[in-house]
């Protein structure tokens, strides 16, 4: 049985887990500017039918909760000191996102998809 290794830098698993959510959330920022900005072809069977109030208002929500997600993401980062301690004693570094982003960010791709599926079944 191998001896567990000694890891050299303490902070690197957390920076990798900020650079994911960063980009998840770059990702979703892209896919709500994509949906505001409506279809890639100019073919009229291939537009999306959603009206541009429900497309601003989808893209401002998007938008909102990816602002709302970075700072809590920043704040968290912040306090463990770029993942390399836990703020409350000498443990190691608390996870960089709460349970409840997590929950947000699963909560707004599962309304956007709402949207998309009700935008085009429905054209609203």
Do not use: K
Not at 21 to 34: D, E, H, K, Y
Request: with cysteine; net charge positive.
């Amino acid at each position: 049985m191998n001896a567990p290794v000694e890891r050299g830098d303490p902070g690197l698993q957390p920076e990798r887990t900020l650079l994911s959510w960063q980009r998840t959330l770059i990702l979703l920022a892209v896919v709500g500017m994509l949906f505001l900005r409506g279809a890639l072809t100019h073919d009229a069977a291939a537009a999306l039918r959603a009206s541009p109030s429900v497309r601003v208002a989808t893209t401002a929500g998007l938008l909102l909760v990816c602002a709302v997600l970075g700072a809590h993401l920043w704040v968290r980062w912040r306090r463990t000191a770029y993942g390399t301690r836990d703020p409350e004693g000498d443990g190691p570094p608390l996870s960089v996102a709460r349970p409840w982003a997590m929950a947000l960010l699963c909560a707004t791709v599962l309304a956007l998809s709402v949207v998309l599926v009700l935008t085009e079944l429905l054209g609203l």
